[in-house]
C-alpha cells in the first residue's frame, strides 16, 4: 500500500472510528491504565467492505499483534496501534524499531496513533511524518 | 613526552548505568534484548523487544536507548520508546 492509499485508509469511516476507540480505551490521561491498544484492519475482497479485529490491550509500552488466520475471502490490509504516553513524560511517540520491523516482515501497513499525529509505517519499514490527528 | 588517557569505564560499568535508568521507566526489562556498542559520541547501549520464535506473532513496542560518555559515564542522549 502507498502513502496516498494509506492516508485515504485512514479517512475511512470505519477505520477512523477503530482508531479512535483505540485512543480512547488506551486511557491515555491517566497514568496508572494507561496502556496501548491495537487491531487489524480487515477487507471483504468481494465486498470491499472494511472490518476491525482488535488485538488483546497491551502494556503501557508494548502490545503483542497475532497474525489472523484468514480464508481466500479476506485480506489483511494493515495494522494500528496506539503510543498513549504523552512526550512530556520523556517517552517520545514515533514508532520504535520494532513497530518499523514487524512492518518489513510481514509487509504490511502499519498506523501508530499518538497524542497528536498518527505515523504510517510502509511495508518496508519507513515512517512517514506524522499525520496530525 | 607522553600523553596521560582518562580511564574509561568498562561495559559492566555503562550496562549498570543503562540499567539504573531504564528499570525507573520500563517494568520489565526482562522482555528485552540489550545492545552494545561504542561510536564515535560514545557508549550506545539499546533496549530491543525480544520477539517470540512464533512468527505470526510479534510484539510492537520499544525500550531505552542511551548513549553515555566512556570516561565519566554520563548519560549524553536518551530516548524513550514505546
Known amino acids: ?133 | 613526552m607522553s600523553t596521560v588517557q582518562s580511564p574509561t569505564l568498562s561495559t559492566a560499568d555503562i550496562l549498570a548505568i543503562a540499567q539504573s535508568d531504564a528499570t525507573q521507566r520500563y517494568d520489565n526489562l526482562e522482555r528485552y534484548r540489550i545492545e552494545i556498542f561504542r561510536d564515535e559520541d560514545g557508549w550506545h547501549v539499546e533496549y530491543e523487544i525480544q520477539q517470540p520464535k512464533d512468527p505470526k506473532v510479534r510484539v510492537a513496542g520499544g525500550g531505552p536507548h542511551y548513549v553515555i560518555d566512556p570516561v565519566d559515564g554520563r548519560i549524553t542522549s536518551k530516548k524513550y520508546y514505546q
Not at chain 1, 497491551?58 to 502490545?63: A, F, H, K, M
Open chain 1, 1 to 133: 500500500m502507498d502513502l496516498i492509499s494509506a492516508r485515504r485508509l485512514m479517512e475511512h469511516p470505519t477505520v477512523k472510528a477503530a482508531f479512535e476507540a483505540a485512543w480512547a480505551d488506551s486511557f491515555a490521561e491517566d497514568e496508572v491504565l494507561r496502556h496501548e491498544e491495537g487491531g487489524w484492519i480487515i477487507l471483504e475482497n468481494a465486498s470491499g467492505m472494511l472490518t476491525i479485529r482488535r488485538e488483546l490491550p497491551g502494556t503501557r509500552n508494548s502490545i503483542t499483534f497475532h497474525y489472523p488466520d484468514l480464508d481466500s475471502s479476506l485480506s489483511a490490509l494493515a495494522i494500528y496501534h496506539t503510543h498513549p504516553t504523552p512526550p512530556e513524560l520523556g517517552e517520545i511517540p514515533d514508532p520504535s524499531p520494532a513497530d518499523r520491523s514487524i512492518s518489513r516482515e510481514w509487509k504490511l501497513t502499519s498506523f501508530v496513533i499518538a497524542e497528536s499525529a498518527i505515523f504510517i509505517i510502509n511495508p518496508l519499514g519507513t515512517v512517514s511524518s506524522g499525520e496530525v490527528r
